[in-house]
């Protein structure tokens, strides 16, 4: 954790849980970190160089469109091709495979059903290095390994230790949803990584603010509702971010609205510890309307240029998609636009802008209703997400004989190879005790630090709770990862303490702290076969199968 500010506290301050006075304000934001930023960036980058190594490693195996990868690898290629998505005929992936990459498209847009950003990245991927299984996938991989960079950043930033932010990172690369979604084509790895850098900057501006506030009232005592600053650069790039999020899926909307709200209270928080009063009112104000500019405001207009590809064919989808059984849902009427005589200049991208309001409309639609009646060999309730309740093959390989592709199953058994979206046991399971402890020392300790995780997992988790009703699975929790492991960091630098003395208690803090992490890496290294489609014995295989839920 970040080393105390050794200050001498004044008169009158309030006092943290453990009874010691706390200093100015002025002095909290000053307070410099112990490692020289060389060194951080240099444990940064090599945290994540591992990552990106590790998930490199047979990066085209299984080879073979596997789960979901179906729609999003042929989608991006469309997008990257032709500027929108086509449709494809019923074989398109038979010929994929045998390496046609033009014989199977049709001549109207596809109903894609989830924003564009993280196809137009596996399409990067696919043009750089071919429409095969490593082209589709390669994106995907250096998302995971820059998701990872962030988390160490983020990790560092809260608790002004190098060493805790490196845990954070390995952490991460060691868990086995995102080491399999980082080399999958599919969208939640994207989502995942916006988000997360998201966040970063909403933390980043907190510091950034108070830090701000510091230089300008440098007698530690705000007057009148404090200064106005305007210029907040930290939340400028966050609106990116979240635009980037929601363009990859919907689902970061409830972090921008959580984090925007938390971006208004340590703003206010800030004030009040130098001295303003009606500090949350007047925060609103100063600080709260620009961040609602920064945050949603440049978050839509980012949102809305993903869709460029979209806008610019958006005749296309008026001919086509403008009068469906989405459309029809419920009494819904087709899109005028679609009968409308076609508009030049400013009135042209006016025209497009309401087509494509339209087209949101019928995938709302889509998502909430059209969906209620289907199942999933492998969907999950979302309330046993963090006890791992259900996990998702994606890829299998089953019955392979003795004697044959190198099986050594004794006579009557068989062999199997297997892709299981799964996280790391221990690693998740610990990280719930850590959420836990995380909220209690949240309120205990009035720490903020411990609010982020908590906050964080809260709200890429309980609203998939509103949609049980229809498949839904269990990466979709990867938006709670960084949480998770975010939680348990903060978590073992308390066991560990600020105190660098030897004592009994700060050895017995490093002992379980240290074994935790070498259990999580023992752990992650038993399960790697059945996350990189390694040929076990079905005996072998069982081992890792602990629950019957997760066959």
Same mark, same amino acid.
């Given at each position: 954790m970040s080393a105390p500010v050794t200050e001498r506290p004044v008169a009158g301050l309030s006092r943290t849980a453990a009874g010691r006075g706390v200093p100015l304000a002025r002095l909290r934001a000053t307070a410099q970190q112990l490692e020289r930023p060389w060194v951080g960036w240099a444990a940064s980058v090599a945290v994540a160089l591992l990552a990106l190594g590790m998930r490199l490693w047979h990066l085209g195996r299984p080879d073979e469109l596997a789960f979901d990868e179906t729609y999003y690898a042929k989608d991006a290629w469309s997008l990257v091709n032709h500027g929108y998505v086509l449709k494809y005929v019923e074989d398109a992936d038979k010929l994929i495979l045998q390496g046609d990459t033009r014989g199977f498209w049709q001549d109207e847009p596809s109903m894609a059903v989830h924003p564009d950003v993280g196809k137009w990245l596996i399409g990067l991927g696919e043009k750089l290095f071919g429409l095969d299984p490593t082209g589709w996938r390669v994106a995907s991989v250096v998302a995971g390994a820059l998701m990872v960079l962030v988390m160490v950043r983020l990790a560092r930033r809260i608790t002004g230790s190098t060493m805790l932010g490196v845990v954070a990172g390995l952490l991460l690369s060691f868990d086995g949803l995102h080491f399999v979604l980082s080399r999958l084509a599919l969208l939640d790895i994207f989502v995942a990584l916006f988000t997360l850098c998201a966040v970063h900057c909403v933390v980043a501006d907190r510091q950034w603010f108070r830090a701000r506030l510091a230089e300008r009232v440098p007698d530690g005592v705000g007057r009148g509702g404090g200064p106005r600053l305007l210029w907040r650069p930290w939340l400028l790039t966050g609106g990116v971010m979240f635009g980037l999020a929601i363009g990859s899926k919907w689902t970061a909307l409830y972090v921008l609205a959580a984090f925007g709200?938390?971006?208004?209270?340590?703003?206010?928080?800030?004030?009040?510890?130098?001295?303003?009063?009606?500090?949350?009112?007047?925060s609103a104000v100063l600080d709260g309307i620009p961040a609602f500019g920064y945050l949603v405001v440049v978050g839509a207009l980012v949102y809305t240029a993903t869709w460029a590809g979209w806008l610019a064919n958006a005749d296309q989808y008026?001919?086509?998609?403008? +009068? !469906?059984?989405?459309?029809?849902?419920?009494? $819904?009427?087709?899109? %005028?636009?679609? @009968?409308?005589?076609?508009?030049?200049? *400013?009135?042209?991208?006016?025209?497009?802008?309401?087509?494509?309001?339209?087209?949101?409309?019928?995938?709302?639609?889509?998502?909430?209703?059209?969906?209620?009646?289907?199942?999933?060999?492998?969907?999950?309730?979302?309330?046993?997400?963090?006890?791992?309740?259900?996990?998702?093959?994606?890829?299998? +390989? !089953?019955?392979?004989?003795?004697?044959?592709? $190198?099986?050594?199953? %004794?006579?009557? @058994?068989?062999?199997?190879?297997?892709? *299981?979206?799964?996280?790391?046991?221990?690693?998740?399971?610990?990280?719930?005790?850590?959420?836990?402890?995380?909220?209690?020392?949240?309120?205990?300790?009035?720490?903020?630090?411990?609010?982020?995780?908590?906050?964080?997992?809260?709200?890429?988790?309980?609203?998939?709770?509103?949609?049980?009703?229809?498949?839904?699975f269990l990466f979709y929790a990867i938006m709670c990862v960084p949480f998770l492991v975010l939680a348990t960091t903060l978590v073992m630098g308390v066991l560990i303490g600020d105190d660098r003395t030897p004592s009994p208690r700060r050895t017995?803090?490093?002992?379980?702290?240290?074994?935790?992490?070498?259990?999580?890496?023992?752990?992650?290294?038993?399960?790697?076969?059945?996350?990189?489609?390694?040929?076990?014995?079905?005996?072998?295989?069982?081992?890792?199968?602990?629950f019957t839920r997760w066959i």
């Open positions: 709200v938390l971006a208004w209270l340590w703003s206010a928080g800030a004030r009040r510890s130098f001295g303003v009063r009606w500090a949350l009112p007047r008026e001919q086509h998609l403008s +009068d !469906t059984q989405y459309t029809q849902y419920d009494g $819904g009427k087709p899109w %005028p636009t679609a @009968s409308e005589p076609d508009a030049d200049g *400013l009135g042209e991208v006016w025209q497009s802008l309401r087509s494509l309001a339209h087209y949101h409309r019928d995938v709302y639609v889509f998502h909430t209703h059209f969906l209620d009646d289907s199942d999933h060999t492998y969907q999950s309730m979302p309330s046993g997400w963090l006890l791992l309740n259900r996990p998702v093959g994606v890829s299998a +390989d !089953t019955d392979i004989q003795p004697g044959t592709q $190198g099986c050594d199953a %004794p006579e009557g @058994s068989d062999c199997l190879r297997q892709v *299981l979206l799964l996280g790391t046991p221990v690693l998740w399971w610990g990280g719930c005790l850590a959420l836990i402890a995380s909220a209690v020392l949240w309120v205990g300790r009035r720490d903020w630090r411990f609010g982020v995780p908590v906050v964080g997992t809260l709200v890429t988790w309980l609203p998939w709770l509103a949609n049980d009703d229809r498949p839904i017995a803090g490093v002992v379980v702290a240290g074994a935790w992490f070498v259990l999580v890496l023992v752990n992650f290294a038993w399960f790697w076969p059945i996350w990189t489609n390694q040929l076990l014995t079905h005996a072998e295989w069982a081992d890792r199968i602990w």
